[in-house]
Antibody, heavy 120, light 105 residues
Framework: EVQLVESGGGLVQPGKSLRLSCAGS????????MDWVRQAPGKGLEWVSG????????GYADSVKGRFTISRDNAKNIVYLQMDSLRTEDTAFYYC?????????????WGQGTLVTVSS | ELVMTQSPATLSVSPGERATLSCRAS??????LAWYQHKPGQAPRLLIY???IRATDVPARFSGSGSGTEYTLTISSLQSEDFATYYC????????FGQGTKVEI
């Protein structure tokens, strides 16, 4: 069974940094793309970032480009989202997702999410 | 800039009725279209990809259709567990979700 477990969420002040982690199990982690998707309070889903199986292809939403960095450690089965220069509008549930195959496009499996609150 | 527009924003239906949800892309996405179901407090769930291919374990009452810029998700006979918010997402370009359709009683 595919399992994705996010961690690292919490309360952070505007302008500060936070790193989210997502541990995958139940599948061959190195074969699949991984994504981060968020949902702000009362809003819809927003794709944030994706990374291909070998980190060779990485993408970001315009709203986070230059501030967030996605990376992965295939030896540890973990994908990360480094979030710098956080803004109040980054407050959201952040979901980790596993792609359908090696390139990021759609999210076939989802974690339960971790809440990030950006507030002074 | 690609924009995904879902309609209606809210759909009020009764159990057993048919529900039809629409998703329009501002550019051709060549069938690279997925549908997700999202219930409060739960992780989203992939229902359909490739515009019409049901994901694993998705009931046959869910069907997707469309091409080019116009796509539809149909739930043939709504069950109580189907009341949720549904999102379309294109993946021809950088992934992008629509704003969602809430299906309520």
């Amino acid at each position: 069974e595919v399992q994705l477990v996010e961690s690292g969420g919490g309360l952070v002040q505007p302008g500060k940094s936070l790193r989210l982690s997502c541990a995958g199990s139940g599948f061959r982690f190195e074969d699949y793309a991984m994504d981060w998707v968020r949902q702000a309070p009362g809003k819809g889903l927003e794709w944030v970032s994706g990374i291909s199986w070998n980190s060779g292809n990485i993408g970001y939403a315009d709203s986070v480009k230059g501030r967030f960095t996605i990376s992965r450690d295939n030896a540890k089965n973990i994908v990360y989202l480094q979030m710098d220069s956080l803004r109040t509008e980054d407050t959201a549930f952040y979901y980790c997702g596993r792609g359908r195959d090696s390139g990021y496009d759609l999210v076939a499996h989802w974690g339960q999410g971790t809440l990030v609150t950006v507030s002074s | 800039e690609l924009v995904m527009t879902q309609s209606p924003a809210t759909l009020s239906v009764s159990p057993g009725e048919r529900a039809t949800l629409s998703c329009r892309a501002s550019q051709n996405v060549y069938g690279s279209l997925a549908w997700y179901q999202h219930k409060p407090g739960q992780a989203p769930r992939l229902l359909i990809y490739g515009a019409s291919i049901r994901a694993t374990d998705v009931p046959a009452r869910f069907s997707g259709s469309g091409s080019g810029t116009e796509y539809t998700l149909t739930i043939s006979s709504l069950q109580s567990e189907d009341f949720a918010t549904y999102y379309c997402q294109q993946y021809d370009q950088r992934p992008l979700f629509g704003q969602g359709t809430k299906v309520e009683i």
